[in-house]
Nanobody, 120 residues
Framework: QVQLVESGGGLVQPGESLRLSCAASGITLSISPVAWYRQALGQQRELVATIIIGAVTNYADSVKGRFTISRDNAKNTVYLQMNSLKPEDTAVYYC??????????????WGQGTQVTVSS
């Protein structure tokens, strides 16, 4: 059974940082494509970042230069480092992974989400 478990969300002020984690079981993230999505209240789910085999990464324009997606293969965990957070980054963030590295997201499995709130 595949499980993706997000953690690291919380309440921060504008300009601060957070690091989200996506810990996996039943799937090897080092060879799987992984994406982070987010969904703000009343809005559609939005693709934030992806990492595929070979550590190739892509980012939404809205987060480029501020967010970094990375993997720790030994921990079977993918991270999303979020710097210079803005109120518009407020959303539930979801980890999404598994499947074919050559296909675009969304991928096969989803985590339960973690809330990020940016507010002064």
């Amino acid at each position: 059974q595949v499980q993706l478990v997000e953690s690291g969300g919380g309440l921060v002020q504008p300009g601060e940082s957070l690091r989200l984690s996506c810990a996996a079981s039943g799937i090897t993230l080092s060879i799987s494509p992984v994406a982070w999505y987010r969904q703000a209240l009343g809005q559609q789910r939005e693709l934030v970042a992806t990492i595929i085999i070979g550590a190739v990464t892509n980012y939404a324009d809205s987060v480029k230069g501020r967010f970094t997606i990375s993997r720790d293969n030994a921990k079977n965990t993918v991270y999303l480092q979020m710097n210079s957070l803005k109120p518009e980054d407020t959303a539930v963030y979801y980890c999404n992974g598994g499947g074919d590295n050559l296909l675009p997201p969304p991928y096969r499995y989803w985590g339960q989400g973690t809330q990020v709130t940016v507010s002064s």
